[in-house]
């Protein structure tokens, strides 16, 4: 049995986007096909359709979801029809070695659903991060399914798949922000700002926010930051040692992935302190330091993939911790958006005008 649905799909380099109809299977083994809610507009998305990722188009796009499961395949116990879910883009094989070690979040052999959905011709499509959750309906494998409460709204909770759960994780998971730490973040964009909330859930006592846009510096403000620097006025290094007795942050969180602001990163944190890399690169960027200094500085300079987050531990957790009012996802919607109106999101999206455009259905 095969459904039809409308979805929003990249058909080449560069293209628009457009509304289509495709065709969803019934779940097979292992596979859960879901109703989606509300879908998150994430620059990933914006890198499929660029053909930043890979040339599989077309694209189903999407991949910031949370919904309701209409059907499960066979042998899947974990979640059942009627669970209301937050998609993740990395179902955990839990056989690989970084699983077996206890280190599940740098699973690489992770598993989306074998069935294809295609569009009505029959042409098969790539779904973004094997999810594609800018459609009616999605398949994704069940492990790709986590279970929470109910009571959110599709909207928040959706965006704890990706964005939000990297900028949350790289703070309480990678960078075990602690009570009292100081903390600075570069980069306010959803991320960062993400990073903001996470360091103040972790008892932070000084949050810096570090951007070179004042709009960004200001909602950051509101989310959170005790303190801001705009890095296009003073020196950003500068002004975080400023602010730490001279000393520099416990921990720096690098949220917008350039070689200038990896360096800031790396000398806004105090000695022995720790830098989160959480902003992407691209191939062709390089950083020069000083071998002396990377010795001399000691502490420890970790990447953040996805936030280092366990889909089963931490949505439910945030989720519970977003309905006592403890955690503002709201406050990340900054629009709701129609399916067909993806493509104008991605424009608000290059003008740095939103944190998120969120497609609810
Ligand atoms: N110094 C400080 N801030 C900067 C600089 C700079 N040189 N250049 C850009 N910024 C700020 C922008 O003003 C913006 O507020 O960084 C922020 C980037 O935010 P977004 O573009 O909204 O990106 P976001 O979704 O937050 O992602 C940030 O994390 O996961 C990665 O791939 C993602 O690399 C991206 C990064
Ligand atoms: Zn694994
Ligand atoms: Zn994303």
């Known amino acids: 049995m095969t459904q039809q649905v409308r979805a929003v799909v990249a058909r080449g380099k560069g293209a628009p986007v457009s509304l289509e109809t495709i065709v969803v299977p019934d779940p097979g083994p292992g596979e859960a096909l879901v109703k989606i809610e509300a879908c ?10 660029e053909g930043g990722i890979n040339d599989d188009f077309p694209f189903l796009l999407g991949h910031e979801a949370a919904g309701v499961v209409e059907a499960v395949g066979e042998g899947v116990t974990d979640v059942a029809p009627g669970d209301f879910v ?10 690989c070695r970084a699983c077996l070690r206890g280190r599940p979040w740098y699973c690489f052999s992770t598993h989306n659903a074998k069935r294809k959905m295609t569009l009505t011709d029959g042409t098969e499509l790539s779904p973004a991060l094997g999810i594609g959750a800018f459609a009616e309906k999605t398949l994704v494998a069940a492990g790709q ?28 998971n990678t960078g075990n922000v602690g009570r009292g730490d100081t903390v600075a973040v570069i980069g ?53 040692r400023e602010l730490t007795g001279g000393f520099g942050a416990d921990v720096v969180i690098e949220a917008v992935g350039r070689p200038e602001t990896y360096r800031q990163a790396f000398y ?25 200094d990377v010795f001399g500085r000691g502490g420890a300079l ?34 709701t958006i129609a ?23």
């Open 86 to 95: 937050i998609l993740n883009w990395r179902a955990v094989c839990g056989q």
């Open 268 to 292: 806004a944190r105090d000695l022995a302190g720790t830098v989160v890399l959480v902003g992407v690169p691209t191939p062709e960027m390089k950083l020069e330091l000083p071998l002396l």
């Open 302 to 335: 970790k990447s953040s993939w996805y936030g280092d987050c366990l889909p089963s531990r931490d949505f439910p957790m945030l989720v519970d911790l977003y309905l006592q009012g403890r955690l503002d996802l709201d406050a990340f919607v900054t629009e």
């Open 188 to 240: 306010c964009g959803g991320v960062g700002d993400a990073a903001i909330m996470g360091s103040s859930l972790a008892g932070a006592a000084k949050i810096i926010a570090v951007d070179i846009d004042d709009r960004k510096l200001a909602t950051a403000k509101k989310l959170g930051a005790t303190h801001t620097v705009n890095s296009k006025e003073v020196d950003a290094v500068d002004a975080v």
């Open 145 to 172: 399914c986590t279970k929470v409460d109910r009571a959110a709204s599709a909207a928040a909770a959706g965006l704890l798949g990706c964005g939000v759960m990297a900028g949350i994780g790289a703070a309480i």
């Open 339 to 361: 399916l067909d109106e993806v493509e104008k999101a991605f424009e608000r999206m290059h003008h740095g005008d939103v944190l998120r455009s969120v497609v609810v259905l």
């Open 40 to 49: 998150g507009v994430c620059h990933t998305d914006l890198h499929y359709r």
